[in-house]
RNA sequence: GGAGCUGUGGUGUAGUGGUUAACAUGCCGGCCUGUCAAGCCGGAGACCGCGGGUUCAAGUCCCGUCAGCUCCGCCA
């Protein structure tokens, strides 16, 4: 940089710096060549300024300003001045100074860049992910990686403030059962064995409790091998907690805290105290989602009971086998063409529904292909259940459960979005509580884990456990935000005799339980405090924060949906070499790569 | 594992089975002393993701494949 220094930040120069000999570094976002007159947008991470070349101040710069182009490194020296009058500009916060050019370095050339460095680009993403270093110079990804490091600055001012120690924990960890898929990587010294990367602390931190550390955090790194989505990346970062002697009140208000701190400093919002509180089982029932949007009404309503009874076999049948019959009002949709119902169905069927049934609400009663199978009475018991007024639409699903709560969940957020019913900036927290404890997969025939293994059942179900496990409730607690789930917690197991009955109520022989997790039942017996904690998704909560639609935008360096990086190719194959080493053996003959195509 | 959408100059798009693939922007050159979406003049730049097939003729139709995205399954 010939010894030269930058004096101030691009986008900081206000008229009180007029006068000023100033140097700055950055990089070219625009040149206009006016011919007797050169005009350059410097760039940096604060903002833009416009540097001024004129013959009149130094030909030399003049010079060679004339051969700068865009995305060009540049040290400029030089004086701010106001803007002659008539020539500011109101779109810039630097827009009422220029800087006039006395000296021009040229720091470094560059090629023309393949995309536009400005916000709102519409480009194909594999473009941004392969030159993701010219991405992220674009204003918008600049802050939201500002954003991003302000939540981080908060979380850890706010604990540390609280008493909590941010501790490390092993990245090379072992395979535990249950879960998710997990990443693993080959021990050389001990051939044929295996560490996992971590899906998520948990049972460290649990240790760290049973240690003493009463307050424990992470911001820490997670891995789970399961396809991508769109707020899911294979790894991915998690603000992670644990405190001794606490119940399920104090982790809430204590990280209802911590949140309104987030927001705040991130965006500057303050969230009303405390966020609303629902049941699983309400969730479910009004808004057919553990993970409620609560931004618009549109909720479910039941009519499993008039159904059960009713001449419509499918409604009936349903009923009758544990199923469920549930509607949604389509507020003002009674215009809905055919076509419009049958997408819908076909967005149903998504999710497993095998029809959508619908009333259309008319001045004249109520148009229905089924409506044949209802009696007077019955009719309108469900126009008043879904609080049905002329020109709605209601769509009903009878089916099992799960797919009637999924199929009508979903349907809810489509027709919000299709009916524009979610109002922006709107940020609306919420709790859902009292979880399952367990779940019945149906495939593997047994209990499972709805949040882990780890998670203790609430006091009052305990005699459940092993009479009735899919009726025990959980000490566990989500946070959701716009529909999406930001978080997730519990209060954990303390005792070994609870802990084996769990391992024993999702299938695990005793041989199993000590075999994978015999450190923590032992630990268990060496005085382990009552404990719990919460972990946040980092990435999914500066996501909603920064109103982005995938976490791709707050991660600098994010995986595609095949998990591969566009910009280093990985994963890519190693030097056999490596993998003899490692004793390892692949079956595929010529690995793709992730850069074909 | 499955479903859907997308793929055409650097970028974003248009393109009814039929001549030399069009437009905008960017890029290159020239002119231009107050622009900031600078302006004016000129120029270069795409064998239409890849591979097959149908056809006298394919960017366009069919099959396969690759890549990206969205979703289902999966994600304690």
Redesign the pocket.
């Known amino acids: 940089m010939g010894g030269l220094k930058r004096t101030h930040m691009c986008g900081a120069l206000r008229p009180e710096n007029v006068g000023q000999r100033v140097v700055l570094m950055g990089w070219v976002q625009?040149r206009?060549?006016?011919?007797?007159?050169i005009?350059v947008?410097l760039r940096d991470r604060s903002g833009l300024v416009?540097v001024?070349f004129?013959?009149?101040s130094s030909a030399e710069s003049f010079a060679k300003a004339g051969g700068v182009?865009?995305e060009y490194v540049l040290a400029v020296e030089g004086k701010v001045v106001p803007?002659?009058e008539?020539?500011?500009?109101s779109?810039?916060p630097t827009?009422r100074i220029?800087v006039?050019c006395y000296g021009l370095r040229i720091l470094n050339r560059a090629k023309?860049p393949?995309?536009?460095i400005e916000d709102g680009?519409?480009?194909?993403?594999?473009?941004r992910?392969r030159y993701r270093y010219l991405d992220l110079r674009r204003p918008e990804m600049q802050l939201t990686l500002e954003m991003r490091h302000r939540t981080v600055k908060a979380v850890r001012d706010y604990l540390d403030q609280k008493g909590f120690l941010e501790i490390e924990t092993p990245m090379l960890t072992s395979s535990?059962p249950?879960?998710?898929?997990d990443y693993l990587v080959p021990s050389r010294v001990n051939p044929g064995r295996f560490y996992a990367l971590p899906?998520?602390p948990?049972l460290f931190k649990q240790i760290l409790m049973v240690a003493g550390m009463d307050r424990y955090f992470q911001i820490v790194r997670c891995f789970?091998d399961?396809?991508?989505?769109?707020?899911?990346q294979p790894e991915f970062t998690q603000i992670d907690m644990e405190l001794s002697f606490v119940d399920v009140d104090d982790v809430i208000s204590l990280t209802e805290e911590m949140v309104v701190r987030i927001c705040s400093e991130a965006i500057g919002l303050k969230p009303e105290l405390p966020f609303p509180r629902l049941s699983y089982q309400e969730a479910m029932d009004r808004y057919g989602s553990d993970k409620p949007d609560t931004r618009f009404g549109l909720e479910l309503a039941d009519i499993s009971d008039v159904a059960l009874n009713c001449g419509f076999k499918v409604f009936s049948s349903a009923a009758a086998s544990g199923g469920l019959v549930k509607g949604i009002n389509a507020k003002g949709c009674g215009g809905f063409s055919r076509k419009d119902i049958d997408d819908l169905t076909a967005f149903a069927s998504?999710?497993?529904a095998k029809g959508l049934a619908y009333f259309i609400v008319t001045a004249e009663g109520v148009k229905s292909p089924i409506a044949k199978f209802f009696g007077p009475q019955e009719i309108d018991t469900i126009l008043t259940r879904l609080d049905a007024r002329e020109g709605d639409l209601l769509l009903f699903v009878a089916d099992s459960p799960g797919v009637a709560y999924?199929a009508l969940g979903?349907l809810r957020v489509h027709l919000a979005e299709r009916l524009n019913l979610i109002p922006e900036n709107l940020f609306n927290f919420l709790w859902v509580t009292d979880f399952p404890l367990l779940?019945y997969d149906q495939?593997e025939q047994r209990f499972?884990?709805?949040?882990?293994?780890f998670t203790s059942p609430r006091e009052e179900d305990l005699g459940l456990l092993e009479s009735d496990p899919g009726n025990v409730r959980a000490r566990a607690y989500d946070l959701v935000l716009n529909g999406i789930e930001v978080g997730g917690g519990s209060i954990r197991i303390h005792r070994r005799d609870i802990q084996e009955k769990m391992f024993k109520a999702i299938g695990f022989t005793p041989e199993e339980a000590v075999d994978k997790f015999g450190y923590m039942l032992e630990a268990f017996e060496y005085g382990t405090p009552p404990h719990g904690g919460i972990a946040f998704g980092l990435d999914r909560l500066v996501m909603l924060l920064a109103g982005r639609?995938?976490i791709?935008d707050v991660i600098p360096f994010p995986?595609?949906?095949?998990a591969?990086c566009?910009m280093t190719g990985a994963p890519g194959p190693v030097d056999p070499v490596q993998l003899k080493e490692l004793h390892i053996r692949t079956e595929v003959k010529q690995p793709?790569t992730?850069k074909?195509?």
């Open positions: 625009k206009r060549d006016h011919g007797g007159l005009f947008d416009q001024v004129s013959p009149d182009r865009n803007r002659p008539g020539t500011e500009n779109a810039l827009g220029d006039i023309t393949p995309f536009y680009i519409d480009v194909d993403e594999n473009l992910l535990t249950e879960g998710a898929r899906q998520s948990q789970r399961e396809d991508l989505r769109a707020d899911r998504i999710y497993k999924a979903a779940d495939e499972v884990a709805m949040h882990h293994p639609k995938t791709r995986k595609t949906q095949s591969a566009l793709r992730a074909q195509g």
